[in-house]
């Protein structure tokens, strides 16, 4: 990075900071990742210089000789990994991903059923604040209170009593597998379409630790970002007889011109995502969550659900007489890095409410395995214990980064 360092030192030092923070730290957001030097590679490449509104083929400006082959490669990389139909890899991020899809099949004041955000859907599910929540009728489910799990039974009293012309299937904060089959069969009998936002967990699908929602879906919404660790941008995968109607509603309908950078590296992405070792990462990242979720709970953690199948889990701090929020700042203070998260019925505020999310995609990146995850439940558990003692925080950040530096993260090895 020569050439930043000399014409923008302050954005150079700003970097190389943040380079060493994700390199120090232990990274549980369950939406983060790091990416491979490759992935980095192409999304700092010239394509960043070329517009290229349309398809290929149907583009509104000339020179796309190139680019054309850069986007059939990366929907054919897409298609091959998940089996879909139809894919277009030109959405920003997951927001505009959806709102596309909205856009391809709703009017302003369609009904449309997705799962509440305080119980783990995504604000563009029909959250009040959004898009999704202020131009559609937006109904939503909840979680059983008993148990904490999806009850398909509700949801399909729901579906036949508001009638939505989509029913929305995925989260940003569930820890278990959905039943796929189950939505469809609810979506067919309300007479819905079946929309599922498979951003957090596309890279279990991708290898092979989670099952495919391409199969029951008409319309498969992803981040390229999360667990398939690629460059940040989204997908949408559908059925043959929806492509146009989805092509239309990202561009023109939602967005201008592809970021041509970002798709050349979501090919990138898609190519290391079929590979053996990616299977084994995914089923690693899996493997590392059950045994983080069963060590938490060993301590005397509430975990939602009382576990986890994938790879976040949503642990419940009430019993341990301390907020999400003061956990999590103590936490990132000792180099733990989590987000604070609504849990189920909170009767906290969602600025400030009862629970942290965890997720194992980033560290198991960077190689922790079982054992590591074992310390990282010590971890947690001393800091949650002890919040406010800042030498224990500054002592426990100093023992992080002893331990990461045994693990170098992918993108970031010059620094190990
Ligand atoms: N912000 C993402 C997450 O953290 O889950 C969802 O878009």
């Known amino acids: 990075m020569e050439s930043v360092k000399t014409l923008d030192p302050e954005i150079y030092s700003l ?12 990274r549980l957001i ?11 590679e192409a999304t700092g490449s010239i394509l960043t210089n070329k517009y290229s509104e349309g398809y290929a083929g149907k583009r509104y400006y000339e020179g796309q000789q190139i680019i054309d082959q850069v986007e059939q490669l990366a929907i054919k990389r897409a298609m ?12 920003y991020s997951g927001s505009p991903a959806n709102i596309a ?27 009040k604040v959004s898009i999704s929540g202020r131009y559609f009728n937006a109904q939503s489910y909840e979680l059983d209170p008993a148990t904490g799990l999806i009850n398909y039974d509700t949801i399909r009293l729901k579906a036949l009593a508001v009638r939505p012309k989509i029913i929305i299937a995925g989260h940003s904060a569930y820890p278990r597998i959905l039943d796929f089959q189950r939505f469809r069969e609810i979506a067919d009998e309300a007479n819905a379409l079946l929309m599922v936002d498979m951003a957090h967990f596309s890279g279990l699908v991708a290898g092979g630790v989670h099952p495919s929602p391409v199969p029951y879906a008409d319309v498969v919404t992803t981040t390229t970002h999360k667990s398939l660790r690629g460059p940040r941008g989204a997908m949408i ?30 090919a990138v992405a898609l190519k290391e995502a079929a590979s053996d070792s990616f299977k084994e990462y995914a089923a690693q990242v899996v493997k590392n969550a059950k045994v983080l979720a069963e060590s938490l709970m060993a301590k005397g953690f509430t975990l939602i659900t009382n576990g ?21 700042k103590a936490l990132d203070k000792a180099g ?7 849990v189920p019925f909170d009767k906290r505020k969602p600025f400030d409410p009862s629970g942290i999310r965890i997720g194992t995609p980033a560290v198991t990146s960077r190689g922790f395995k079982e054992k590591e995850m074992v310390q990282v439940s010590a971890l947690i558990e001393r800091i949650i214990a002890n919040p406010e003692d ?3 925080l500054t002592n426990t950040a100093q023992e992080v980064k002893d331990l990461c530096s045994h693990f170098p993260a992918p993108g970031l090895e010059h620094l190990f």
Do not use: W
Request: aromatic share 4%.
């Open 336 to 342: 733990i890095v989590l987000n604070y998260n609504a």
């Open 308 to 328: 986890t199948d994938n790879h976040l889990m949503l642990v419940d701090l009430t019993n341990k007489k301390i907020s999400g929020k003061v956990a999590a």
């Open 390 to 392: 800042e030498t224990l």
């Open 101 to 127: 899809t909205y856009l391809a099949f709703l009017n302003p004041g369609d009904t449309i059923l997705g799962m509440a955000l305080p119980h783990g859907g995504h604000l563009t599910h029909g959250a």
């Open 80 to 91: 091959d990994l998940f089996g879909a139909e139809h894919v277009n890899v030109q959405p």
């Open 30 to 40: 369950a939406s983060e990742n790091y990416v491979s030097q490759s992935i980095l």
């Open 15 to 26: 970097i190389k900071q943040e380079e060493r923070r994700q390199a120090d730290k232990i």
């Open 237 to 266: 995968l559908c059925k043959a007889q929806h492509a146009q109607a989805i092509d239309k509603a990202v561009f023109p309908g939602v967005q201008g011109g592809p970021h041509d950078n970002t798709t050349a590296a979501i």
